[in-house]
Every structure is written in C-alpha cells, then in structure tokens.
C-alpha cells in the first residue's frame, strides 16, 4: 500500500475536498498521458480502499473524481460490489460515491480517529480478516456419501501440522479481529478481554460485544471456499445449544497463509438450527452379549 497517496486522501478529507484523477497522479509524479501509468495509479488507490475496508473505514478512493467532481471511475463501482457494498450498477444510479465521501469527512474530521489510524502503522498488519454477511446458499439435505475404498497415501504428520498452523492463524486473526472492534467503539479497556480459552470448553476465544454481553466464539478455519464443510466436535454443538444467544461461529475461509488474510461468515446462535451435520467417526463401545 502507498503510505504517502494515503496520508495524502486522508487529508483531502479532513477538509472536505475531492480532486480530479488527473490532478492527483501529477502529484505523485504520474503522467495521465499514459494508459500504463493511469492503470497503475489505480491500482495504488484501490489496494487503499481495500485496506481501509479491512478495519471498516470508507473508501479513501472516493475522493479522487473525474475533472468537474460530479463523476467517478467505473472501477471504484467494481471495487465497492467486490468489497459487498451491493451491485456495481445500482451503486452508480444512486451515486454512491457521494455517501462514501460523506463518510470519509465525517471520518476522518474526527480528532480520535485520525490520531489513531492515520499512521498505518497504528493498525495491526495481522487484522486483515473482512466479514462477509453474504452467507454461502444452504442445501436441503445432507448430500449422498460415496466410499471409495481404493486407498490413498496420506502423510498424517504434515496434515496434522498444516491444519494446526492453519487452526491457529484464525484464532489469531479472530482475536485481533475482536479487539480492534472494540478499541473502534470506544471500549480500548475491554480489548484485553479477549483471550484463547483452554480446549474442552465448546468454543475457541471469549469475547464481549459492544453491550458488554459475553461471546463465545468457535473459529473454523480454511484455505478452501464458504461453501466447503468443516469439522465440528459434539461438545461444540452442545455447547452452542446452551448458550445460543451468546454463540457465534466464525467460519473462516480462503486463507492466505502468506499474507495472514482470510474473509469469513458469521453465524450466531443454536448450530444444530444452522447446519446439517454428518457423523464421519465414532467412538466405540463394545455391546454385551
């Protein structure tokens, strides 16, 4: 990410003020004459917004409008569906960009929040995790089981630590995750509070939500899609029974272990409510006889 077009953006927006495209690549020493340094500046501008969309701050790249300030690039409507703000095209019939910007003065005007966050180093490199609220589509049934029994060669040490790595890099991205929203509300004293809690207890990190009512947050990790399965124990689905109203289910996924980013959907409540679940292993007892 480009530190100095963003410190540059944030500026623009304490004072409440957009520039032209072209009038901001000169600034950087680009020249709007070629298409290859036009794609490039905005590329630099969107890799900001993305950044700024990961702690919940608006679109810095708002601000940068066509010549005349009352249009902006197509790409910012691409980059605004792929960031879930809704449909490119409907985005740009109700202008919002306009709202996006208001957003930003309102933001960035704030004395707190520029004290904070203006400096990217205030940010934590490892909270890089965006929520999702586009839930994958659900099934009606528990698909058929099909059993290959040809046999496969598996090396069950390095599977072991793959998932284990894998395990522990959302936890960790949750943890951060979870204090960063509460230093963003104003409760900076309750961000110690979130913790890893001790295997067994139904739930991976305790939490509390902006009301100060306890979360009890079970962190399901991996570097496949939404829409892939995942393993839960009984204990866990026991425990989100008894405690519904306070149980939330992080379903990380495409993990980036390289750059410790990942999207994830957030489900609350009763999981037996929420999800199939098909039993793959059992533990045996012997019958009498």
């Given at each position: 990410?480009?530190?100095?077009?963003?410190?540059?953006?944030?500026?623009?927006a304490?004072?409440?003020?957009?520039?032209?495209?072209?009038?901001?690549?000169?600034?950087?020493?680009?020249?709007?004459?070629?298409?290859?340094?036009i794609?490039?500046?905005?590329?630099?501008?969107?890799?900001?917004?993305?950044?700024?969309?990961?702690?919940?701050?608006?679109?810095?790249?708002?601000?940068?409008?066509?010549?005349g300030?009352?249009s902006?690039?197509?790409?910012?409507y691409r980059?605004?569906?792929?960031?879930?703000?809704g449909?490119?095209?409907?985005?740009?019939?109700?202008?919002?960009?306009r709202?996006?910007?208001e957003?930003?003065?309102?933001?960035?005007?704030?004395?707190d929040?520029y004290?904070?966050?203006?400096?990217?180093?205030?940010?934590?490199?490892?909270?890089?995790?965006?929520?999702?609220?586009?839930?994958?589509?659900?099934?009606?049934?528990?698909?058929?089981?099909?059993?290959?029994?040809?046999?496969?060669?598996?090396?069950?040490?390095?599977?072991?630590?793959?998932?284990?790595?894998?395990?522990l890099?959302?936890?960790n991205?949750?943890?951060?995750?979870?204090?960063?929203?509460?230093?963003?509300?104003?409760?900076?004293?309750?961000?110690?509070?979130?913790?890893?809690?001790?295997?067994?207890?139904?739930?991976?990190?305790?939490?509390?939500d902006?009301?100060?009512?306890p979360?009890?947050?079970?962190?399901?990790?991996?570097?496949?899609?939404?829409?892939?399965?995942?393993?839960?124990?009984?204990?866990?689905?026991?425990?989100?029974?008894?405690?519904?109203?306070?149980?939330?289910?992080?379903?990380?996924?495409?993990?980036?272990?390289?750059?410790?980013?990942?999207?994830?959907?957030?489900?609350?409540?009763?999981?037996?409510?929420?999800?199939?679940?098909?039993?793959?292993?059992?533990?045996?007892?012997?019958?009498?006889?």
């Amino acid at each position: 990410m480009d530190k100095e077009v963003r410190k540059y953006l944030i500026e623009l927006a304490r004072i409440r003020r957009t520039v032209p495209y072209g009038k901001a690549m000169e600034q950087f020493g680009y020249n709007v004459s070629f298409q290859n340094q036009i794609d490039l500046f905005a590329d630099i501008i969107g890799d900001i917004s993305v950044y700024e969309h990961k702690f919940e701050r608006p679109m810095l790249s708002s601000l940068i409008v066509h010549v005349g300030g009352t249009s902006i690039g197509k790409g910012f409507y691409r980059l605004a569906e792929e960031l879930h703000y809704g449909d490119k095209d409907h985005l740009f019939k109700i202008h919002f960009e306009r709202q996006m910007q208001e957003r930003c003065y309102d933001y960035w005007r704030g004395s707190d929040n520029y004290k904070k966050h203006s400096d990217p180093a205030s940010d934590d490199i490892f909270t890089f995790l965006i929520r999702d609220d586009n839930l994958p589509e659900g099934l009606d049934s528990i698909p058929v089981s099909r059993f290959d029994f040809s046999g496969i060669d598996t090396d069950w040490a390095k599977k072991h630590a793959d998932d284990m790595e894998t395990g522990l890099m959302g936890e960790n991205l949750v943890i951060e995750y979870e204090k960063h929203l509460l230093k963003n509300n104003g409760q900076s004293k309750l961000a110690s509070s979130v913790q890893k809690v001790k295997d067994g207890k139904g739930y991976d990190i305790i939490s509390i939500d902006t009301e100060g009512n306890p979360k009890y947050i079970e962190v399901k990790t991996t570097t496949s899609g939404a829409s892939n399965p995942f393993s839960i124990s009984l204990n866990e689905v026991v425990f989100s029974e008894q405690h519904a109203e306070n149980y939330y289910l992080y379903r990380l996924y495409n993990l980036d272990k390289i750059n410790k980013t990942a999207k994830f959907n957030e489900y609350k409540g009763n999981l037996r409510e929420l999800f199939f679940f098909e039993p793959i292993q059992f533990e045996a007892f012997r019958i009498r006889k």
